[in-house]
């Protein structure tokens, strides 16, 4: 993967940085975003935790999407830490509604711009949690998805219900502790493998599907870009670490959301009409025991356990890299 | 409080009422001699507390502390090792 070399603001950093030779440290890896806005349409204030993944998930998406938006949001950590009533950190029209129906309320306000006229131009965009996606929302979410309304739904993926005080979802990796799968004598944590929801979405035959992280910033807002752009429903996944919940230092955020990407415990593609991509391959690989010692919620973990999750992550990387 | 019917808020992006900068315990020191523009510190800041001046061709960054949480993420990414976070004290 090479460093976008067009962006005239860069080349200065280019020319100094050592570090940034390596593609995947760099944050200025993709080719086809040019410039990112300097506009902020999600303001400072919120309550997000220090080193909150799923704001930057909303900073970015807003930074690609523009103000030509109409936002709708799922009940999460996001929905709770940008409204405290009076207060809002959005700065673009935005919907706040129960926790299984941002897609409904997304699917509501892309049919009435529709019959008013006035969907040109204008992107509607939902917003949910992993627990509002893959578990409360699915069936919501499905209904949009099958219908083909004109949306693009982002989910913000940090692995458990954070916001409640982290219990276990679809989500929720092999291995990993919650306060709903917690490990002792009976058990090692989460024992079920983490639900494939790109593919449940990518099989109701939407356009556009794909996969993201945080820390890979610039091929995150493409996707959005892309998903905004094509006509009918998207589905945008996006890795956010959440420090709280995983136990981890909130400066390291990037960093696991980067050691994931590398590692292989997600890896990063887009499907386009059924056409499967990999949009970044991971220079080389990582041993998947450097990403959870970063966690705590996965320092109950034996060896075996570790060459367990170790497995599948080949078994995963064998069939995306081959 | 008098709510507004249907709890509709007008007042887009007024968080910034709240300065969230006193949960803070460790404040970030940008040293600018160090600093490569880069723009890492402000692209992964999840509090959107880096505020970039663009004079001529040099851009400085500098951190709002009414907002910067004191998260570290800027310190941990920075590919030149132009921040440190330092102990809030009075």
């Known amino acids: 993967m090479e460093i976008a070399a067009d962006i005239p603001s860069y080349v200065r950093c280019r020319q100094k940085c050592e570090t940034s030779l390596i593609a995947n440290r760099c944050w200025k890896f993709s080719q086809t975003v040019k410039e990112v806005s300097d506009k902020e349409l999600f303001a400072s204030g919120h309550r997000a935790c220090a080193g909150c993944g799923g704001t930057l998930a909303i900073r970015y998406a807003l930074k690609a999407l523009g103000p030509n938006t109409i936002c709708t949001n799922a009940t999460g950590c996001m929905e709770v830490v940008s409204s405290p009533y009076p207060e809002i950190s959005w700065k673009v029209p935005w919907i706040h509604q129960a926790f299984e129906n941002s897609a409904a309320s997304a699917s509501g306000v892309e049919s009435a711009l529709k019959a008013l006229g006035r969907k040109k131009g204008v992107n509607v965009v939902a917003f949910g949690g992993d627990g509002g996606t893959f578990d409360i929302g699915l069936q919501s979410l499905s209904g949009a998805m099958e219908r083909g309304h004109d949306l693009t739904y982002i989910c913000y993926d940090n692995e458990a219900y954070m916001n409640t005080g982290v219990q276990r979802s679809g989500s929720t990796p092999y291995g990993a502790m919650t306060t709903t799968s917690p490990p002792g004598k009976l058990s090692f944590g989460e024992d079920r493998q983490k639900k494939d929801m790109p593919h449940i979405i990518a099989a109701h035959g939407v356009p556009y599907v794909a996969t993201a992280s945080v820390a890979l910033p610039l091929d995150y807002m493409a996707k959005v870009k892309k998903a905004a752009a094509i006509e009918g429903p998207a589905y945008v996944q996006v890795y956010s670490p959440c420090p709280v919940g995983w136990g981890s230092d909130p400066a390291k955020s990037i960093e696991i959301g980067r050691l994931a990407v590398d590692t292989g415990m997600i890896v990063l593609y887009e499907i386009e009409n059924g056409v499967s991509k990999v949009s970044y391959r991971p220079p080389e690989k990582i041993p998947v025991r450097e990403f959870l010692k970063t966690q705590k919620r996965f320092r109950h973990l034996t060896d075996d356990k570790i060459a367990e999750i170790q497995g599948f992550v080949d078994e995963r990387w064998d069939k995306t890299f081959r | ?90």
């Not at chain 2, 803070?24 to 001046?53: A, H, L, Y």
């Open chain 2, 1 to 90: 409080m008098k709510i507004s019917p249907g709890g509709v808020i007008r007042d887009m992006g007024s968080t910034v009422n709240t300065k969230t900068g006193g949960w803070r315990s460790e404040r970030p020191v940008i040293d600018n001699d160090k600093c490569i523009e880069c723009g890492s510190c402000w692209i992964f800041c999840p509090d959107s507390s880096i505020i970039v001046t663009t004079s001529g061709n040099r851009r400085t960054y500098s951190v709002n502390l009414d907002f910067c949480k004191g998260c570290g993420i800027c310190a941990n990414e920075c590919p030149s090792a132009a921040i440190k976070m330092i102990l809030e004290e009075k």
